[in-house]
């Protein structure tokens, strides 16, 4: 039997989330390996792969397939990146825009059972839709969060604790806000914006001093 390795991106909650699917249904019958950005998924001739939103080129795919020998690689990524290695490995490849790699992990791996809400306030600021409206508040929350952890605990808590996260949220917003005057999730100011500063008054100018007559 050959060994099932899972290697996700470690810097984005979706990668994360997207390995905590599959984890779910492998659990310790499967390695499971974050990348840094720029890293490349391992190339092993007895490995059955799984790449998580790590972006790939055709060249990149190419390597892992040429490496495979009797393993086998599914690459599930959401990312525009990706689209022309998608479009060159369409077998390799579970691939849609319209999804973000969480979700597309889950409807794979776990698609009988019911998906944490947690997914899809990640796939709506992955995919800038911004839905449910309260998911900019979700995101803030559950990112603020040290992860990945090799036990997968900090996921399983993020996906029981939905009305904590909601919770905290806009106070964690707020927070970033008043000491980086912009939103800490779009980078722009329209989010809980801190009030102009006032304008300096200025100073009176001293009335001249008459002559004595």
């Given at each position: 039997m050959n060994a099932k390795t899972v290697v996700y991106y470690d810097s984005e909650l979706d990668g994360y989330l997207a390995a905590y699917a599959v984890k779910l249904s492998y659990g310790e019958h499967a390695k499971y390996v974050p990348l840094r950005p720029g890293e490349k998924p391992p190339v092993s001739p007895n490995l059955d792969l799984i790449v998580l939103d790590v972006s790939l080129t055709p060249e990149d795919v190419k390597a892992l397939l040429d490496g495979a020998a009797s393993g086998s690689v599914l690459?599930?990524?959401?990312?525009?990146?990706?689209?022309?290695a998608a479009?060159?490995?369409?077998?390799?490849?579970?691939?849609d825009r319209q999804?973000?790699?969480?979700?597309?992990?889950?409807?794979?791996?776990?698609?009988?059972?019911?998906?944490?809400?947690?997914?899809?306030?990640?796939?709506?600021?992955?995919?800038?839709?911004?839905?449910?409206?309260?998911?900019?508040?979700?995101?803030?929350a559950a990112r603020s969060y040290t992860y990945p952890d090799?036990?997968?605990?900090?996921?399983?808590?993020?996906?029981?604790?939905?009305?904590?996260?909601?919770?905290?949220?806009?106070?964690?917003?707020?927070h970033m806000a008043k000491h980086n005057g912009i939103s800490p999730l779009t980078g722009k100011p329209e989010l809980y914006p801190l009030p102009p500063k006032p304008e300096p008054k200025p100073e009176p100018k001293p009335e001249p001093k008459r002559r004595k007559e």
């Open positions: 690459v599930i990524d959401h990312s525009p990146a990706a689209q022309a479009a060159a490995y369409p077998g390799v490849y579970c691939y999804h973000a790699t969480c979700v597309l992990a889950w409807q794979r791996f776990r698609s009988a059972q019911r998906m944490p809400e947690l997914y899809k306030a990640v796939e709506g600021y992955d995919l800038g839709t911004n839905t449910p409206d309260h998911c900019l508040l979700i995101n803030a090799e036990t997968f605990l900090i996921a399983e808590m993020l996906c029981n604790s939905y009305g904590k996260l909601l919770a905290d949220g806009e106070p964690i917003m707020r």
